[in-house]
């Protein structure tokens, strides 16, 4: 089974950017479409976005299109979120998936706090 553990959350001003990671173990990484999520408080958890095994496919929500690109090193074991041009929207717990199966995302990890001051 795929453990995942975020990190590079923290706060940032409106207009600057971050990098967040998501390191895999215990599991077969490469084999398994990554995914970011986030929630916001209030909110209901939401696709950011995900990439595929190999790393040629990657998909987006509308909200961060051409902000944010997801990115996985699979000798590394690890996905990147980066995210630039920050938007106070944007504050949010973002949160790694795994999809080991190509059925469902069932691996989560614990969650990195991303807090856009304006």
């Known amino acids: 089974q795929v453990q995942l553990v975020e990190s590079g959350g923290g706060l940032v001003q409106a207009g600057g950017s971050l990098r967040l990671s998501c390191a895999a173990s215990?599991?077969?990484?490469?084999?398994?479409?990554m995914g970011w999520f986030r929630q916001a408080p209030g909110l209901e958890r939401e696709f950011v976005a995900f990439?595929?095994?190999?790393?040629?496919?990657?998909g987006y929500a509308d909200s961060v299109k051409g902000r944010f690109t997801i990115s996985r090193d699979n000798a590394k074991n690890t996905v990147y979120l980066q995210m630039n041009s920050l938007k106070p929207e944007d504050t949010a717990v973002y949160y790694c998936?795994?999809?080991?199966?190509?059925?469902?995302?069932?691996?989560w990890g614990q969650g990195t706090q991303v807090t856009v001051s304006s």
């Open positions: 998936a795994a999809d080991p199966n190509g059925s469902r995302w069932s691996v």
């Open positions: 215990g599991g077969t990484f490469s084999r398994s479409v």
């Open positions: 990439i595929s095994r190999s790393g040629g496919s990657t």
